[in-house]
Each structure stands twice: as structure tokens, then as C-alpha cells.
T-cell receptor, first 111, second 111 residues
Framework: DQQVKQNSPSLSVQEGRISILNCDYTNSMFDYFLWYKKYPAEGPTFPISISSIKDKNEDGRFTVFLNKSAKHLSLHIVPSQPGDSAVYFCAANFGNEKLTFGTGTRLTIIP | DAGVIQSPRHEVTEMGQEVTLRCKPISGHNSLFWYRQTMMRGLELLIYFNNNVPIDDSGMPEDRFSAKMPNASFSTLKIQPSEPRDSAVYFC?????????FGQGTRLTVV
């Protein structure tokens, strides 16, 4: 049972344009969400997160939007840069429980 | 702090051999996670510990897999006997509050 879903395995975006990565979840108990970024041969790192009491969190070029009624999360990157090319994982947890990940979306920024 | 440290970075072993993966979490973090990354399932949680106690091991694929956390600064994931389908990248992560920090991973190849 996949509680966190990323339906797009890959996405290509022109440099300078906006990248939008999407994530859906099924467990309404989730209260904290994170987007992790993973380069080849490295562990995932997180550029941004959001609590369920908010609907938007912005950090530089990265903005995460949360729509609780739709159980939908998105990450916007603008403007996209070649260094943003990586696999992005959506993750969710509640309380002090386990962190549940989606299957990832490979983002490629085209120069 | 040096972050989460995993060893070895790469492991190649023959089918049927025992494999032990090691993890040193960030000092002061009270939760530790073992994940496996595959193309099909993304980041799949195998087991997690809170305060050195295993909380949820429902993700451990078979009895061939076992994990221990004898103290707050060390954990192992053991596969015995190993099989080719166990080939993957295994990540350890530790967490203090809501955001988990990952190690660099161990790439396991079973031939």
C-alpha cells in the first residue's frame, strides 16, 4: 500500500523555467512533509519541508504548497538551474513515527 | 558533526554469503532508520528504531534480514544468506525531531 505517491517518474524542464513536482498522499494523519533531493552516489538531502498547519513554505527558489483537502503536495522550483537536476522524493510522517517516501521523480534541467 | 556515517560504501559478495552493513547516526539523534533504494519502490523503509528499540520492522523483506542497535551510536543491518535480488543501495538515516538526515549509502551487489 503506497501511502505517498509520485506519479511522474521523470520530468524535463528548460533552464530558467519553473519546475513543478507533484506528490499525493492517502494518510490524513500525516502532519509533516518534506522534499528530499538525491544526486547519484549520494544520500538524500532535504531542501524544504512544511508542517500540516501551513499551506505554503518558501525558501529562495524553492516553494512547497500543501493542499490538505486534496491530500496533495507540490514543489515549485523557479527559476530552474542545471544543478537542480536530481531525483526528488516526497516524504511524509506523523508524530514521531516512520518517514514514508514516494518513489521519486527524476528532474532534468535542460540548458 | 560528520553526519550519518555508513560503511562500507560498496560491497560485492557472492550469493549465500553473510553481509553486514554498518551505521553511525548523528550524536543526539534518537531515531534511526534503514532504507533500501530500488528502481521499482524508490526509498523503502526496512526498519526503524526509537531510543535503540526496534519499533517497526514490517518492511524487512524476509527472515534473512536482521537489524540491531546495541547502543545509541551504532546499528547494523545483516543479510544472511544474501541473494542477487538483495542488490540495491541501502541507506541509514537518523532523526532528532522531524527531519531525517541520511548517510551516503552502501551499494550492495550480490553476484
Amino acid at each position: 500500500d503506497q501511502q505517498v505517491k509520485q506519479n511522474s517518474p521523470s520530468l524535463s524542464v528548460q533552464e530558467g523555467r519553473i519546475s513543478i513536482l507533484n506528490c499525493d498522499y492517502t494518510n490524513s494523519m500525516f502532519d509533516y512533509f518534506l522534499w528530499y533531493k538525491k544526486y547519484p552516489a549520494e544520500g538524500p538531502t532535504f531542501p524544504i519541508s512544511i508542517s500540516s498547519i501551513k499551506d505554503k513554505n518558501e525558501d529562495g527558489r524553492f516553494t512547497v504548497f500543501l493542499n490538505k483537502s486534496a491530500k496533495h503536495l507540490s514543489l515549485h522550483i523557479v527559476p530552474s538551474q542545471p544543478g537542480d537536476s536530481a531525483v526528488y522524493f516526497c516524504a511524509a510522517n506523523f508524530g514521531n513515527e516512520k518517514l514514508t517516501f514516494g518513489t521519486g521523480t527524476r528532474l532534468t534541467i535542460i540548458p | 558533526d560528520a553526519g550519518v556515517i555508513q560503511s562500507p560504501r560498496h560491497e560485492v559478495t557472492e550469493m549465500g554469503q553473510e553481509v553486514t552493513l554498518r551505521c553511525k547516526p548523528i550524536s543526539g539523534h534518537n531515531s534511526l532508520f534503514w532504507y533500501r533504494q530500488t528502481m521499482m519502490r524508490g526509498l523503502e523503509l526496512l526498519i526503524y528504531f526509537n531510543n535503540n528499540v526496534p519499533i517497526d520492522d514490517s518492511g524487512m523483506p524476509e527472515d534473512r534480514f536482521s537489524a540491531k542497535m546495541p547502543n545509541a551510536s551504532f546499528s547494523t543491518l545483516k543479510i544472511q544468506p544474501s541473494e542477487p535480488r538483495d542488490s540495491a543501495v541501502y541507506f541509514c538515516a537518523s532523526r532528532e525531531n522531524t527531519e531525517a538526515f541520511f548517510g551516503q549509502g552502501t551499494r550492495l551487489t550480490v553476484v
